[in-house]
């Protein structure tokens, strides 16, 4: 499944050479060289095009858009604490600001994605049917300009608003662009963007080309624009089009999605590829190609949420509130993807608690130290922990990152079909069919076993009624009640940690609502450690302190200030227009 990876690894140093000449022009050298390329040189051949196309598929690689400085996106919901050493504390606290390291990055790094998108998009408009046909083109065209969607849509989300760039620069004063709004950014460049790649973007493709954008990756990130506006009605349709094409399933164990092994598989609507081998004595930090040097191809990821004694740094802590949910959510004796088993498949692949089960990093759980200073858990998504004893020495990883699951698309769909006609009785079946892989019991049949009613596994066993191990409330289905379950429970359960968290707390205006709660747990627990550090009760026990995730978050939040990240100060000292 690397074999794309290996052509395009080769193809964008390619074209890297000839973006880099066009910005690095001497006015004294009169004289060309036959065997330089140049932009005037290049766009002939089909590819050529190919090579600057593999180029805005790099740009997925960047740290701050699939790697690892996604950790600091990571810590600012209600999934994710850290430890005040640590740089993503910051963000936990909502402490970032126009200069913060990740908040400049993505920035820059979406914009790396779009410059080059243009490249191909601009210059495909004057190539004759000598170089290609049409239908190429257009796939061509179908699969940068998605790509170029999704950087703006990643922009929009991120910091409220973009400058919309659509040409090359010819000069500085090119780059001096308003900032637009996310209505703005999405009906001027995403969605007539990912319109066209729907209309020309295979369903699949085969070979080497595994990997590429699809139809199915330009449908769901479509449906997903519109459920971000609100477009219930469209979201829902472009989902079920997803749904019911038949080219997607739910693997049947989800740790398939975050090892390795099984890339590209029948859940796999959107992934970016990450390779531990090409290039393999490079470390993991630069991932792209330039004329000066070459990217490892691999994500150092791992080494950011991997095991502290095991050559990673745990940046990204459990929170006690998603470890809880994880406990409580009861597994299905009678699913066949359980075998005895105590703790459900989505629990095994996400979090490594003091009691886990089986092994982590190759290791039983009872001779691993840790687990102390309020830590309940660790995280086990996108680490290498279930095939190797460590975190290798360099921060590389191949562990391929996923954009798009279809576990997602099922979600939204149930998410747009209770907000466009209220049926949340067809909601809790695509719920469940995401429930059921995990191995845990579907809402349908905790309603058949408690007289038509659910747990609200969002609420803390722990502490309600505050008291060790009180009563959780049961509530009958509703539009209302199963929306609060996709939101506070499913949604964060399967999803976490894959980039999606913040943005949904966001759109649904619920982030003072669910720091509020998170505080009040806090706080409770704070003031009777003692019952909680016994290791027989469940769902979990806290050794030493309780870890103040919300304190701060808590006290401060300001959707002005908070929801969206700042402008970089880089873009506010070098746009004039920015400044006017």
Known sequence: MKKIQNNLFKLTLLFLLVITSSCNESSFLDEQNPNFITPETFWKTEGQFQAALGSVYGALQYRSISGAELVQEFVLGDIGGTESWYRPFAFRNLAFNNTSIHVVDKWEECYVGIFRANQVIV??????????????????????????????????????????HTDIARATEDFNKPLSSIE???NTIILPDLEFAVDNLPETWQGENVG???????????????????????AASLFKQVIDSGIYALTRDITDNFWHENEFNEESILEVNYSFDINSGNSGFPVDDTPFNTGS????????????????????????????????????????????????????????????????????????????????????????????????AQGRSGI????????????????????????????????????????????????????????????????????????????????????????????????????HRWKDLVRWGIVQEVFDDLRADEIWRQNNLASIQDP?????????????????????????????????????????????
């Open 123 to 164: 210059n495909l408009e004057t190539v004759g049917e000598d170089v290609m046909d049409d239908d190429t083109k257009a796939v061509i065209e179908g699969q940068a300009r998605f790509l170029r969607a999704f950087f703006y849509w990643q922009l929009a989300h991120s910091y409220g608003g973009a400058m919309i």
């Open 212 to 234: 590429r954008i699809t139809w199915g990756a330009a449908t769901s990130m479509l449906g997903k624009v519109h459920l971000f506006e609100e477009n219930w009605p469209e």
């Open 536 to 580: 027989t009760e469940q769902p979990f026990v806290i050794n030493g302190q309780v870890r103040p995730d919300f304190t701060v978050a808590q006290s401060i939040y300001d959707p002005a200030q908070h929801d969206y990240f700042p402008i970089p100060s880089t873009e506010i000292q070098s746009n004039e227009i920015y400044n006017q």
């Open 184 to 186: 703005e950014v999405t």
């Open 297 to 392: 191809e691999s994500t150092t990821l791992s080494t950011e949420v991997g095991r502290l004694g095991a050559g990673g740094f745990n940046t990204v802590l459990p929170t006690y509130n998603l470890h809880e949910m994880l406990v409580d959510d009861e597994v299905d004796p009678d699913n066949p993807i359980n075998d005895e088993n105590l703790q459900s498949r989505r629990m095994y692949g996400t979090i490594a608690p003091q009691n886990g089960e089986g092994l982590w990093y190759l290791e039983p759980y009872g001779t691993i130290g840790g687990w102390g200073g309020g830590q309940s858990a660790y995280v086990k998504k996108h680490s290498n922990w279930y095939h190797l004893p460590a975190e290798p």
């Open 400 to 499: 391929n990152f996923r954009q798009i699951r279809y576990a997602d698309v099922l979600l939204m769909y149930a998410e747009a079909i209770i907000e466009s006609s209220g049926d949340y009785m067809t909601a809790i079946e695509y719920v469940d069919m995401v429930r059921s892989r995990a191995g845990v019991y579907t809402l349908q049949q905790y309603m058949d076993m408690n007289s038509g009613t659910f747990p609200q596994l969002h609420v803390s066993k722990q502490v309600v009624p505050n008291q060790v191990n009180g009563d959780r409330p049961f509530v009958a289905p509703s539009a209302e009640t199963v929306m609060t379950h996709i939101r506070r429970v499913e949604r964060p359960l399967e999803l976490c940690y894959e980039g």
